[in-house]
């Protein structure tokens, strides 16, 4: 409550300045020829550099060549890393402009890179320490986030008493593939983290930057900041009903009112699809991708697959105050032209926070003086819309969230907290979890709201598969100074394949779902005694087959993710035994990948490891020996596996398959 209160009065204590901020992004193809960067970078900075902005955040996609090596390996990045910082450090520090002066030079405050991508952020020497609590992080968006070429590296940092962000990300290509772009933003989005420390975290509070945090937390997401750029490469493009050439020819006019109303990305953020509360500017530039290298014609040579031109590279940024954000510019630069893409630029104007530590103190020292006041009055009431929570049937792999409401109905502040029962550790159980986990309400105050989330992951389904765990608990909600408000949980799991071993899966010919949880009830419905009803298990089976129908030879197999709704689709076909619908491949093996790693027990025990290192003398016979000591089940099943990727390594030309990836699967 404290803290809500100095957010809404942090004019009383805050000053404010203006800073201007240089955005660009662009997708280098893997070139890195000696071309400058000033006609991109400088171009708008004055003869003499005299509008040089403050910050510089610039990011780069493709800075390696995307194949599967080094996809897979990523062992190039770092050297071209290198290189690119190497190039923007001597274009914003020319002895030329800078004079030696270190208030004019520009200093590096840090940078990150991931599988292709870059970004750094640099700011005047100026500038540099009021420039804290510097933090980096990547998040990729391949088949369980681990293998794939796409993903956003981020840099977050407080400049004053502002909190910036900076996001690089390259979403998923292909004209049609608009849903995965979404998704893949949404990852970056939802799954960024910066661990950024407990005091950094307090400093953004004080200042009123944030209102709300977990207790004990020392990370913040993307969300979690003043002013949000996105960069990058987001691969929308001009929506299909609109033929090629008609998109060639109204490009290459510079006729973009057409083209603006087709842009995917347009389209998707009108619909509240994508980027919801993020700005763009006005695309008065002609698109950016793809044009032949080295020209400032698009790409029409015979040779070369002809595509529609587009918007690919963009800009874009969220602010809480959105009147503390102005774009003076946004545009492409026609050099350097090393490219298919062409480098695209904004500059800003922000308003930053400058907090004066003296009138804060003295409005927080207010706030603790009206708090003592109530403090000495009565016991603290509360109401609760409900105490019984009943979350229904939940889904492997699904949160469901119940909130409830809680009013003070007293005349004094009402504190509470969520407290773990008597001898126990824990406030819940791990599938549960809760959100905040204490508050504060004073009379008068509009009811808060605790969120309770319950989840399905893969550890909580193996325990509930095996008996070890029921979806039943009960919380205890504690008032200071007052009585504890008891909270029932429960809700019924839909049993899924995920998270069972081989051994069960090859147990029951029928689907999953319609085996009871309940070991009683399972042993009067099937003999606990009988043998095996399958050879393998037929979900198993059931995906490799859906993926032989789709197709070895797709690109990029195993390496693109699938589309998050339809893996949820194809998991509830395998656990119901309902017949597959029409979904991509891509999903189709991210549930490959998804079954194995969920296994509650591996294919090859670790017990049958080799306990030395093996040389290539003995691996035949240590191999043979391992074989043959695998279980009936797990030796058809590890067969059956290798077998598939034999056979989809006969195609490793069209998929980009080798055997080192899928040893990393």
């Not at 510097?134 to 400049?159: C, D, E, M, T």
């Not at 975290?201 to 020392?218: K, T």
């Not at 030395?612 to 043959?628: F, H, K, N, P, Y």
Request: include cysteine.
């Amino acid at each position: 409550w404290i803290y809500k209160q100095v957010r809404a009065r942090q004019n009383e204590f805050t000053q404010y300045q203006k800073a201007t901020l240089f955005t660009g992004t662009w997708n280098v193809n893997a070139k890195g020829k000696e071309q400058a960067l000033d006609p991109w970078i400088c171009a708008n900075w004055g003869a003499n550099r005299e509008y040089a902005p403050d910050i510089v955040a610039v990011a780069f996609q493709e800075i390696v060549d995307l194949n599967a090596v080094n996809v897979a390996v990523d062992n190039k990045t770092q050297q071209r890393s290198h290189f690119w910082i190497e190039r923007l450090n001597m274009t914003l520090n020319n002895p030329q402009f800078t004079q030696n002066d270190p208030s004019r030079s520009y200093v590096l405050l840090t940078q990150k890179s991931m599988v292709g991508l870059l970004i750094c952020v640099f700011v005047k020497g100026a500038h540099k320490s009021r420039s804290r609590y510097v933090s980096a992080a990547s998040v990729g968006v391949g088949v369980g986030g681990f293998l794939g070429n796409k993903g956003g590296a981020s840099i977050r940092l407080q400049f004053y008493d502002s909190t910036l962000c900076f996001v690089c990300s390259h979403l998923a290509a292909h004209r049609e593939n608009v849903a995965g772009r979404n998704a893949d933003f949404a990852n970056v989005f939802q799954k960024t983290s910066f661990q950024v420390g407990e005091e950094a975290i307090r400093e953004v509070i004080r200042s009123g930057s944030m209102s709300h945090w977990v207790i004990g937390s020392s990370s913040v997401g993307i969300q979690d900041h003043d002013i949000v750029f996105w960069l990058g490469d987001l691969n929308y493009r001009i929506d299909e009903s609109m033929g090629t050439e008609k998109v060639l020819q109204l490009s290459e006019k510079g006729t973009f009112d057409e083209l603006r109303s087709l842009d995917q990305l347009n389209i998707e953020r009108a619909a509240g699809r994508v980027f919801v509360g993020f700005e763009e500017g006005r695309l008065n530039f002609r698109p950016t991708y793809k044009y032949q290298p080295g020209t400032d014609m698009y790409e029409q040579r015979p040779d070369k697959k002809l595509r529609a031109p587009a918007w690919c590279d963009r800009i874009l940024w969220m602010a809480q105050e959105p009147n503390y954000v102005q774009q003076l510019t946004y545009g492409r630069s026609e050099e350097p032209n090393i490219s298919d893409h062409k480098a695209v630029y904004s500059t800003f104007r922000v308003t930053v926070k400058d907090v004066v530590q003296q009138k804060r103190e003295a409005i927080y020292t207010d706030l603790m003086r009206l708090l003592d006041r109530y403090e000495n009055q009565t016991l603290p009431v509360v109401g609760l819309d409900r105490v019984s929570l009943d979350f229904g049937e939940v889904h492997y792999g699904q949160s469901v969230t119940l909130p409830i409401q809680i009013t003070n109905t007293g005349t004094v502040i009402a504190q509470y907290r969520l407290v773990p029962k008597l001898d126990e550790n824990a406030v819940c159980k791990p599938w549960m979890r809760i959100t905040p986990m204490f508050g504060m309400l004073i009379p008068g105050d509009n009811p808060a709201s605790i969120e309770f989330t319950l989840t399905i992951d893969n550890t909580t389904a193996q325990n509930l598969n095996s008996g070890r765990e029921v979806l039943e608990d009960v919380l205890i909600l504690r008032l200071e100074g007052g009585r504890d408000y008891y909270i029932s949980v429960k809700a019924t799991y839909a049993r899924s394949c995920f998270g069972m071993s081989v051994d069960e899966l090859a147990l029951y010919a029928e689907p999953i779902r319609s085996i009871p949880l309940d070991p009683i009830k399972r042993a009067e419905k099937f003999d606990p005694s009988a043998a095996a009803a399958l050879c393998i298990p037929k979900e198993l089976w059931r995906v490799v087959d859906a993926i032989h129908e789709k197709g070895l030879q797709t690109a990029n197999l195993f390496i693109e993710p699938g589309i998050p709704n339809e893996v949820n689709q194809i998991r509830e076909c395998l656990d119901t035994g309902s017949t597959f619908g029409h979904f991509g491949i891509h999903s189709y093996a991210e549930i490959f990948v998804s079954l194995l790693s969920g296994l509650s027990s591996p294919i090859v025990p670790a017990s049958l490891f080799p306990t030395i290192e093996v040389d290539s003398q003995t691996i035949q016979a240590t191999a043979r020996r391992l074989l043959e000591e695998l279980p009936p089940i797990h030796y058809n099943t590890f067969v059956y596996v290798i077998s598939f990727f034999r056979e989809a390594l006969l195609f490793r030309e069209q998929n980009r398959l080798s055997a080192t990836k899928l040893a990393r699967i």
